[in-house]
């Protein structure tokens, strides 16, 4: 149970960053973000 | 428009190709090395075959069996408890490739925890896999975890409670295949493989049954057999065996209390004759500096020279040549055959009788390669 819990908050979080990674106007943030997503990313496809 | 978001399409771009390369690349963890076994071979199975509740996840794994259709005993070989101990997975597959059984069966596990081998430990600095010279090429090995992988179990509790002793071990623990036995058929990934491996002992009525590990240096319990309090006798005939071909192992009976390991469940649980060995591997313990390749294969350890040489702990380190890979494996093969003798002189009507294995000497000779086909 724990594990869908971990998964629905992070896919939360996941959206929550994309969208706010499509409003930013600065490169290096969106690099930031970027980071932060592919691990994301990578986590709920069970790849990382 | 397009101006506004060129920023955004060039990282999304950026972050897709390395976010797709380094998929490519931790998704070969998850294939395992194809293995060669002996002409001798009678039948590959899973251990699925044995408790179907871990059929299709990253617990099951292939059970070799050799057969050589003339009454007698049933051994089972495990390795791979622990991925990250790489002799105790290539003793097995040593014996896999070379065996030949002519009195009773032997079965053959090398990946006892398979999800183990699909990662590696974190924050540990361990190679993923290492590389052996054999006549006709290099075969290349996963090197994995002392755990179950966190993708196929997850989350960890605080504390780990062990079935079905209730025995407190820290959280990482319930991911230990050998904190599992005997498991369960409803509990975590780890504890349903246990009960597969203890399913099988049960089913195929295996008389004596092995666990083969490394640890670190200075750890108490290496280059040790561990045994059931019940067959103390046995693993006494085996080190006295041992000790005629001048290799020294400290026998250790295993701890009434401490719950969930091979040596104390496979008693207690079934009616196999188990054991576990380790060898010392200075790779995994804390002095070890650089952990690279060359040190899992070499075992040799400037820090452990030093260490030894001050006399200020109990280490089993040799200062001139080290723990090589060869030394390692043989030191399992070498016990297992002498468990085996001890064995068939207590229980001549139920006597397993193996050829074609290489001693010790041989393999130190002629190097570990020389003993996998491919």
Redesign the interface.
């Known amino acids: 149970m724990?594990?869908y819990v971990?998964t629905v908050i992070l896919a939360y979080v996941t959206f929550v960053i994309v969208i706010e990674?499509?409003k930013?106007?600065k490169?290096r943030d969106?690099?930031a973000m970027?980071m932060v997503?592919?691990v994301f990313?990578?986590r709920l496809?069970?790849?990382? | 428009m397009f101006r506004?978001h060129l920023?955004?399409i060039i990282?999304?771009a950026?972050?897709a190709v390395?976010?797709v390369i380094?998929?490519i690349d931790?998704?070969k963890m998850h294939q395992p090395e194809e293995l060669f076994p002996s002409p001798y071979l009678t039948k590959v199975g899973m251990l699925s075959d044995y408790f179907d509740g871990i059929k299709g996840t990253n617990g099951d794994t292939e059970v070799y069996l050799f057969d050589s259709g003339v009454d007698g005993g049933t051994a089972l070989v495990g390795g791979g408890t622990h991925a990250n101990e790489a002799a105790a997975f290539l003793a097995p597959v040593v014996m896999l490739e070379n065996i030949k059984v002519t009195h009773g069966r032997v079965f053959i596990i090398p990946r006892l925890n398979n999800s183990g081998f699909t990662c590696t430990d974190p924050m540990e600095g361990f190679p993923d896999h290492y590389e052996i010279k054999t006549d006709n090429g290099i075969r290349k090995f996963r090197l994995g975890s002392r755990v179950t992988n966190p993708?196929h179990q997850?989350?960890d509790p605080l504390v780990f409670s062990q079935y079905p002793s209730n025995q407190q071990l820290s959280g990482f623990e319930t991911r230990n295949l050998n904190r599992a036995y005997p498991g369960r058929p409803d509990g975590s990934l780890t504890e349903k493989v246990a009960y597969a491996i203890v399913q099988l002992i049960n089913k195929e009525n295996v008389n004596i049954a092995f666990d083969l590990h490394e640890s670190s240096p200075e750890v108490p319990i290496v280059n040790v057999i561990v045994y059931n309090e019940k067959y103390e006798d046995i693993a006494m005939g085996a080190i006295l065996g041992l000790e005629m071909a001048d290799l020294q192992f400290s026998p250790e009976t295993s701890p009434k209390n401490f719950h969930g390991l091979s040596h104390r469940e496979w008693g207690d649980y079934t009616k196999t004759i188990p054991f576990l060995m380790e060898t010392s591997n200075p790779s995994m313990g804390r002095l070890r500096g650089e952990t690279n390749v060359e040190l899992v294969l070499r075992g040799y350890s400037e820090n452990y020279k030093q260490a030894k040489e001050s006399g200020a702990l109990r280490i089993a380190y040799r200062e001139e040549s080290g723990e090589p890979i060869e030394h390692r494996v043989g030191r399992h093969i070498m016990g297992f055959i002498e468990l085996i003798n001890s064995y068939n002189m207590y229980y001549p009507e139920m006597s397993i009788i193996i050829e074609n294995l290489p001693d010790y000497n041989l393999i130190m000779e002629k190097g570990v390669g020389k003993f996998l086909n491919n």
Do not use: D, H, N
């Open positions: 724990l594990y971990y990674f499509l930013e106007k490169w969106q690099i970027a997503l592919t990313i990578l496809l069970q790849i990382k | 506004r920023s955004t990282i999304l950026v972050m390395a976010g380094s998929s931790f998704c993708l997850w989350p």
